[in-house]
């Protein structure tokens, strides 16, 4: 064969490898099936990006004694699991505390006091109907605001009264109580009845209910109005109202249908607390603040996982209902390593306390595969 034919053989030779090697990295595969690490036990960490105190602590306890023992370094790995991406958006500034939106509101904000709910006109009353209480109403609070004033909506107060009660949802703690009766009936505003009560603040991320039973013995039928016919003053999305759907115990299944239409029978007025703090400067400030402090918290995380190699970032956004995918982001770089017997341990927490939980799990382990 002559020279050129073996030069043509071999230029397709070559050009058949660039283009196996092109299809495997285009695929993200390997042609040559490399060495996975082989561990007994995984252990993963779920650890904010801004938690370098807690890691250390670790890495000065358990952690760092698994990862200097001679047996359990090479058996067991341990990673801190951490988000890669920030949270561009200051705390202060989020729409609650477990999230990266931000609090947008609609309207420029004024101090003065506000009618939560009210009658969408004082001639013409929304359809009404009577039912048995308590009567429930849920809000959640994404900006502080002073409480100032319970009420009845309608300003119809039953013979025995009624009692309209402020709740920490979360606590299920009463904060505020006061009574209507035909005595003390309290003052008409705007087609309902108030009653002052003391300023109590409600901090961002409260979620509250807004609760009317009766005082009768008998627990007297109360008057309600749908909520979807009410006017509601949230201030732009200081407040919110949210729905409820009861659980079906006898079932142990929710409803078929979640579109139903609830009533209430409260209301109660507020004010803005702190209102300037809502202001754009104010904003803008703490977003340049927040900056800063994300740049210098990048060049720390980076020389920690340099420096010990036990992060795993994650491509996902650190906040608080972010875990489920960064645990997602963890399940699936396992496929990069060999786990003999797998277990994997996700703390939702760094807590040195665990130790003894997880050196427990290791002997368990043990005994079984023994």
Not at 94 to 106: A, G, H, N, V, W
Request: charged share 20%; proline share 6%.
């Amino acid at each position: 064969m002559e020279w050129w034919r073996w030069g043509a053989v071999l230029a397709a030779v070559v050009s058949l490898s660039l283009f196996r090697d092109f299809i495997f990295s285009s695929f993200g595969l390997s042609s040559v099936e490399e060495a996975k690490p082989e561990y007994d036990i995984v252990i993963g960490i779920l650890s904010a990006r801004e938690n370098f105190e807690q890691r250390r602590a670790l890495r000065a306890t358990w952690v760092g004694y698994i990862q200097q023992h001679p047996d359990y370094s090479r058996r067991v790995l341990v990673k801190f699991i951490v988000g890669s991406k920030p949270c561009p958006v200051p705390p202060p500034d989020r729409l609650d505390p477990f999230t990266c939106q931000k609090l947008s509101l609609s309207e420029t904000i004024c101090a003065g006091e506000v009618v939560a709910l009210s009658l969408a006109s004082q001639n013409s009353f929304p359809s009404s109907q009577q039912q048995t209480g308590p009567v429930e109403t849920h809000f959640t609070v994404h900006h502080p605001v002073v409480i100032t004033k319970l009420g009845v909506l309608g300003g119809d107060i039953p013979a025995e009264g009624v009692r309209v009660r402020l709740v920490d949802s979360a606590a299920k703690e009463d904060l505020l109580s006061v009574n209507f009766t035909s005595d003390d009936p309290g003052l008409q505003t705007g087609g309902n009845t108030f009653k002052a009560v003391q300023n109590y603040v409600l901090p961002k991320g409260f979620q509250g209910t807004i609760t009317v039973e009766s005082l009768a013995a008998d627990n007297e039928l109360l008057v309600t109005f749908p909520l979807d016919q009410l006017q509601v003053n949230n201030k732009g999305g200081v407040l919110q109202l949210t729905k409820t759907v009861d659980f079906m115990p006898e079932s142990g299944y929710l409803p078929p249908h979640t579109d139903v239409q609830q009533h209430t029978a409260a209301t109660f007025m507020y004010r803005v607390f702190e209102p300037e703090f809502l202001e754009q400067a104010p904003q803008d400030l703490r977003a340049k603040d927040w900056t800063g402090k994300l740049g210098a918290e990048q060049q720390n995380l980076e020389t920690e996982v340099e420096r010990y190699g036990d992060i795993l970032l994650v491509e996902e956004e650190e906040f608080y209902r972010n875990l489920p995918r960064k645990k997602l982001g963890f399940y699936k770089w396992q496929g990069c390593i060999k786990v003999t017997s797998f277990m994997c341990m996700n703390f939702e927490m760094d807590d040195t306390m665990l130790s003894n939980y997880v050196f427990n799990e290791i002997d368990e382990w043990e005994s079984v595969v023994a």
